[in-house]
């Protein structure tokens, strides 16, 4: 079956979204909203997996990242969006991927090891399960694309594992059904794109730019003011040199080529353009402009994220009508899966 192009992708809502999650991941969201149907989820059942959240924080929080979504231009009337616990489907064929993904696939994780870190008997099992629990969001749509940022690569591939087996386990029935070429579930593609696909700590060219790392110095949050990015980026780590002038130059100084790569992106060009315009400039200029240009890009998000979030209620209405259009895509193709495995008796 040739499947119908249909992007699908979440972000869960714990703590503030920072740049990296902006222009890893909700630039391109926005991008591909002019060309596919898409479906964009605020994963809160992903959200309660690494660690107790207080209900009425995590309430709050699934609020704002639906403001975050739609004042960085996702528009809930072109785009679905809602959160993933109103759409039972997502939690159902979880359970049946349970039983088709292996202990060893799972096992190669390396997002599991670094999250559980060196106390992994006292890691949730929802932790441990969590890639299956994606697997299920994006299938539960048939989604054929999924835009993120480059750490969810390995979690795409298990995905594809997960449908190619589950294909293979009920090849027959699903012949029977009239799937002429095997596939009930597409395997998806990955769209990891960009120069900012993995936008590193500001304190450490080394580490991802995370919500999770304590020093809120390694990050610009999508609620930060104006005068904290320019304080921000003025602080950022850099090396003794200046700019290079061609992009080999940037080989073996991360902190250097993470900022370019953050212009880069903010800007929609290329490293190789931003360095055509810096190269041999010193950090100090190369700063001042890019705080400036952070500025223009995340301000309009910013006072938008704000306006938005007066209005809770407007919000708890997008997402009611998005878990609505969700359910009716998902329902049926839940009810298939379990027909082709023998549970609709
Ligand atoms: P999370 O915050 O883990 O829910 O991630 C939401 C989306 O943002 C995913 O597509 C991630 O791949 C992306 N993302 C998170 N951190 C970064 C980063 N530092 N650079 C680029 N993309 C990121
Ligand atoms: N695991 C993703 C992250 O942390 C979030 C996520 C959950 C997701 N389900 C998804 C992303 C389905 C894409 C598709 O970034």
């Known amino acids: 079956m040739a499947f119908t192009p249909r992007v699908f992708s ?16 909700l630039v391109r969201w926005v991008e591909m909203q002019e060309t596919h149907d898409c479906i964009y989820c605020i994963v809160d059942l992903h959200a309660i997996t690494a660690s107790w959240q207080d209900p009425n924080e995590l309430r709050q929080s699934i609020r704002d990242v639906t403001a975050a979504y739609i004042a960085a231009g996702l528009d809930p ?22 039983c088709t993904a292996r202990l060893g696939w799972l096992n190669r994780m390396t997002q599991f090891k670094e999250k559980a870190g060196k106390d992994k008997e006292n890691a949730s099992v929802g932790l441990y399960d969590y890639p299956v629990l994606m697997a299920a ?10 835009p993120v940022g480059d750490d969810q690569k390995q979690h795409l591939e298990l995905t594809r ?11 027959t029935q699903i012949a029977e059904a009239g799937y002429a ?6 395997l998806c593609d990955p769209v990891i794109m960009g120069p900012a696909t993995r936008v590193m700590s500001l304190r450490d060219g080394s580490k991802k730019m995370s919500k999770s790392d304590v020093s809120d110095l390694s990050r610009i949050n999508m609620t930060d003011d104006a005068d904290t990015i320019g304080r921000k980026i003025q602080k950022a780590k850099t090396d003794a040199e200046g700019l290079p002038s061609e992009e080999a130059g940037l080989a073996g100084r991360p902190e250097a080529d993470n900022l370019v790569g953050i212009y880069a992106a903010l800007e929609n060009t290329t490293k190789i353009a931003v360095l055509n315009q810096y190269g ?8 001042k402009a890019l705080a400036e240009l952070a500025v223009s890009r995340l301000s309009p998000v910013n006072a938008e994220m704000r306006r938005l979030s007066a209005d809770p ?19 049926p193709i839940l009810l298939e899966t379990k027909r082709l495995i023998g549970l609709d008796g």
């Open 313 to 331: 209620a407007e919000i708890d209405r997008i997402l009611a009508d998005g878990a609505r259009r969700a359910n009716e895509i998902a329902q």
């Open 10 to 25: 979440g972000m869960q809502p714990t703590g503030n979204l920072h740049l990296g999650n902006y222009l890893g991941a």
């Open 137 to 146: 969001d994006i299938l539960a749509y048939r989604a054929t694309h999924v």
């Open 280 to 287: 041999g400039s010193q950090f100090s200029t190369f700063k």
């Open 161 to 171: 594992d997960i449908a190619q087996k589950f294909n293979n386990d009920y090849r």
């Open 181 to 186: 070429d095997g596939q009930f579930f597409p």
């Open 77 to 98: 009337k072109k785009s679905i969006l809602f959160n993933q616990s109103k759409v039972s489907a997502h939690a159902e064929l979880a359970w049946i991927f349970n």
